[in-house]
């Protein structure tokens, strides 16, 4: 199971991971690999797992049976800060302190790279500014976080993942709080950083931005993992059918020929 | 924002605005402690005041420094460190100004295991160990009785509140149970004061604020990075839980110190953060100013508790009581607002 997969891998991966929360099972027995150099997207009704799964491969949410594996290493034998020089999360709702400018939220990222006593290293500029450039907020690097748009401000949070300097970035509901412009935006910039080679997971709700997006896709329905491939090869009407719920057909997207949910009219 | 180095090992960022803030903070503790030692009929004339600490002091000169405001002022100002800290540390791990140890019934749960130990085991227990024991037996209630620990605010409060008033009660019926002239003394210290400190108090409260020190200046990046929301600090490797455990670990003992060598001190663990975090505008729990700003508080407490021409000399507790009401009330009406409350 662990050893003989052929595909290339980040080396990140559960294995029979079971999550619960007050004894009822959120993630049951799911083993997944992150493929390398993919923009994966997870998608699944509401309370599917997804979410929980993502935490648990930052080493936010401890499995209660099961491993997640970091280059075949249990990911909760590595330190914090270790484990986060390779996987960075950016969860659903990060609070900006009081007062913080963006420069200073971007700077937080570097956490990672510091030690007790060293709490400043000689990358920290040069990765700021380059999470600041990746994603436009240069001119707006010492504004208060609290006076930028919500599109802003969700790319100020990329950035501070991104200044973290991961192999692995993981993305939770990232698009969620945004209009619809910002929304597209966003997801843009993830499929700029997986053109450069960045290995993006990501949570996200909407099935067609998914198909859009995703060069990897990932299924769950209560807890299970139901399937994983390419777009094209996963998103069928019966899939929709099966684990959304929703009568439709799949369409190529004209523009990008990617698979497109049409939903049934119910009458 | 400027990175001091102290060799290779030692790196650590500096903000401007922090770092002008503490500096003059710092000297107004300074000028505070003058004007303790200067003003008054007792007072040593500024001009002679440093022949008389640091060229040996005589006669009137030796009492007043010696024995009435030196070691007053030395407990005054470690005190108000201590409770600004243990304020900061606190603030920062409940996300909310009113999650203070004076409000939710810390310094009051240390007050009543001071006066246990002091009247009911006296040689028996430490009055310190007493207050420890109170602060965390409060705690500990708040923590259980809100069925949240310190996530929700509005619950904390208003478990704090009974705690709080629980303990007041203990406090109360302790000071009756004993005879009269005890209690007597006891109920300066109840309200909090620093008249009749002696050097044993000074040495009690900077051994424990030095002592901690250490330790919190080790928290605080991470308490930095919980600001951020568990998730966000969990996935930096920044430990949420365990730093929580640790902030409120060291606040409790700051707390429980404070409480044992000058009563529960009203409100300056409230405000002194509030005060710190205006100053410098920016993020960051701000523990050194916090610190600086509640010993500047205590001191300019202290001595308008020494120089006030009320009758009756009031212990300092009272004026940081009547003061700190005023600003509770405020934050109350603001977090009522809000919407937090």
């Known amino acids: 199971m662990a050893e003989g997969n052929t595909v290339s891998t980040t080396g990140l991966g559960v294995r029979d991971v079971t999550i619960s929360y007050g004894g009822d099972p959120v993630v049951r027995d799911v083993s997944l690999d992150i493929p390398d150099g993919e923009l994966s997207v997870i998608i699944g009704p509401n309370g599917c797992g997804k979410s929980t799964l993502l935490k648990s491969l930052a080493r936010v949410r401890k499995p209660d049976r099961g491993q997640v594996l970091l280059n075949g290493r249990d990911l909760w034998s590595y330190r914090g800060r270790q484990a986060a020089r390779h996987v960075a999360l950016l969860p659903q709702n990060p609070s900006a302190p009081d007062g913080i400018t963006v420069r200073d939220l971007v700077r937080r990222g570097r956490y990672p790279h510091h030690t007790l006593l060293r709490q400043w290293s000689p990358g920290d500029d040069a990765a700021i500014d380059f999470a600041l450039e990746r994603t436009d907020l240069r001119e707006l690097a010492h504004v208060r976080a609290a006076e930028l748009s919500g599109g802003q401000r969700q790319r100020a949070w990329v950035a501070m993942v991104l200044a973290q300097q991961t192999d692995l970035l993981l993305l939770d509901e990232p698009t969620t709080f945004l209009d619809i412009a910002h929304q597209y935006e966003l997801l843009e910039l993830c499929r700029e950083l997986h053109g450069e080679g960045r290995t993006i997971v990501a949570v996200l709700h909407d099935l067609n931005q998914a198909a859009r997006f995703a060069s990897h896709l990932v299924v769950m329905r209560e807890g299970r993992l139901v399937t994983q491939g390419p777009p094209a090869e996963v998103l069928t009407a019966e899939l929709v059918g099966d684990v959304f719920g929703l009568a439709c057909d799949i369409v190529p997207d004209p523009r990008t020929a990617s698979p497109m949910v049409v939903p049934h009219d119910r009458r | 924002m400027t990175v001091v180095k102290i060799g290779r090992v030692i790196a650590v ?84 100004p009113l999650g203070s140890p004076d409000v939710i019934g810390v310094s009051a749960g240390a007050g009543a295991g001071a006066a246990t130990a002091a009247l009911f085991l006296p040689g028996l227990l430490p009055v310190p160990l007493g207050a420890l024991a109170g602060a ?28 709080s008033a629980i303990s007041v009660a203990f406090t109360q019926y302790v000071v009756y149970a004993v005879e009269r002239d005890r209690a007597t003394v006891l109920m300066a210290y109840l309200n909090g004061s620093l008249s009749a400190r002696a050097w044993d108090h000074a040495v009690t409260i900077w051994l424990v604020v030095l002592l901690t020190a250490p330790l919190v200046a080790l928290l605080a990046r991470r308490l930095d990075m919980t600001e951020l929301g568990d998730e966000l600090a969990a996935g930096l490797g920044a430990e949420p839980g365990a730093t929580r455990t640790a902030a409120v670990s060291l606040s409790v003992v700051l707390s429980a110190a404070a ?31 916090s610190a600086l700003v509640g010993a500047l508080l205590l001191v300019l407490a202290d001595l308008a508790a020494q120089q006030l021409p009320i009758p009756g000399n009031l212990p300092v507790g009272i004026h940081t009581m009547a003061v700190g009401g005023l600003y509770l009330g405020y934050l109350l009406t603001r977090e009522w607002r809000k919407g937090t409350l």
């Open chain 2, 13 to 96: 960022p500096v903000g401007r605005n922090g770092a002008v803030a503490a500096a003059v903070t710092a000297a107004l503790v300074v000028v505070a402690a003058v004007a303790t030692l200067s003003l008054g009929r007792l007072g040593i004339p500024v001009a002679d005041l440093p022949q008389a600490l640091f060229g040996g002091a005589e006669g009137k000169e030796a009492f007043v420094l010696g024995r009435l405001r030196g070691p007053r002022l030395v407990v005054g100002i470690g005190t108000g460190a201590a409770l600004g800290l243990s304020g900061a540390l606190f603030q920062t791990v409940t996300r909310n």
């Open chain 2, 136 to 163: 965390v037996l409060a705690m500990a209630l708040v923590y259980v009785s809100t069925g949240a620990g310190f996530r929700n605010p509005g619950r904390l409060i208003v478990a704090g509140i009974g705690v």
């Open chain 2, 259 to 289: 409480v044992s060598v000058a009563g529960p001190i009203a409100f300056i663990a409230l405000t002194a953060p509030q005060i710190a975090r205006r100053l410098t505008g920016g993020p960051g729990p701000h523990l050194t100013l």
